[in-house]
């Protein structure tokens, strides 16, 4: 099989399936006696990548594998062919998820102890149901409090491939620091970090989709590189 067949064969299984697929579930197309080897695989997708440049779609690599994705350039006139609106995630949940990207394995009481405010159960439920967050062990202390991690899913929707390719720590600024050099007022009706309601009417739009998001991801801080989930000495048996 030549190269440009192989990929072929890669670019048709990648627009079918809809989601990313790793080297192994594309070798898996093939059968045995006629299974390339991953070097050529690779090879072809490098391939459908280069046939990429100039067009609005790209070759994305991403913690479950490869995926075809339409760039980022293109998302304020793509967004328009659905009628329901972005999902909508509070301020206090994407402090949280940060908390747990950067400090992760972490529990509840530590994430708390951060923000200087009690973290609502809606909100790590709602972390868990996206598939973002999941419980990998428990802490080592009485009460034995769970420690919650990043997943794969986490990577996959932000559009990263490890954990090593969110921002750094300078790359983050807090908005309240940027206002304060600016001598700006907050906004009207803004509510307040402590105050009633902080935790769900305050609300930012995580733009992107599936793709991810640049300004998602900005919400975001560093974490160890790695594959989104981080291994504990005593996994949970009920995550």
Same mark, same amino acid.
């Given at each position: ?17 809809? +989601?990313? /697929? ?13 299974? *390339?080897? #991953?070097?050529? !695989? ?14 609005s779609?790209e070759?994305?690599?991403?913690a ?5 994705q339409?760039r980022q ?19 206090a ?13 972490i ?17 790590? +439920?709602? /972390?868990?149901?996206?598939?973002w ?6 802490r080592?202390? *009485?009460? #034995?409090?769970? !420690?919650y ?6 990577l ?26 600016l ?10 970090e ?25 919400e975001v801080v ?18």
């Open positions: 099989m030549d190269l440009q067949q192989l990929a072929n064969i890669i670019e048709a299984a990648l627009l079918a399936a809809g +989601k990313p /697929l790793s080297l192994d579930k594309l070798l898996a197309l093939f059968p045995d006696d006629a299974r *390339p080897e #991953r070097q050529d !695989l690779r090879q072809a997708l490098e391939r459908i990548r280069e046939s990429c440049e100039g067009r779609f070759l994305k690599e991403v479950s594998g490869f995926r075809l339409i350039d293109y998302a304020e006139w793509i967004s328009r062919l659905w009628e329901e609106r972005p999902p909508r995630y509070s301020r949940l994407l402090e949280t998820l940060a908390l747990i990207a950067y400090k992760q394995p529990t509840r009481a530590e994430i708390e102890e951060v923000r200087g405010v009690s973290v609502s159960s809606h909100i790590i +439920k709602t /972390l868990q149901e996206r598939g967050v999941r419980v990998v062990g428990h080592d202390v *009485p009460g #034995r409090p769970a !420690l991690a990043t997943t794969r899913e986490f996959d929707y932000f559009n990263l491939k490890g954990l090593d390719e969110l921002p750094s720590l300078a790359e983050i600024r807090d908005i309240e620091t940027i206002n304060a050099e001598d700006l007022e907050p906004p009207p009706g803004a509510v307040e402590g105050s009633e309601g902080a935790e769900g009417d305050e609300s930012m739009e995580a733009a992107g989709g599936e793709a991810g998001s640049d300004t998602a991801r900005a560093a974490a160890p590189a790695g594959d989104g989930t981080v291994p504990v000495t005593e996994p949970d048996q009920t995550a």
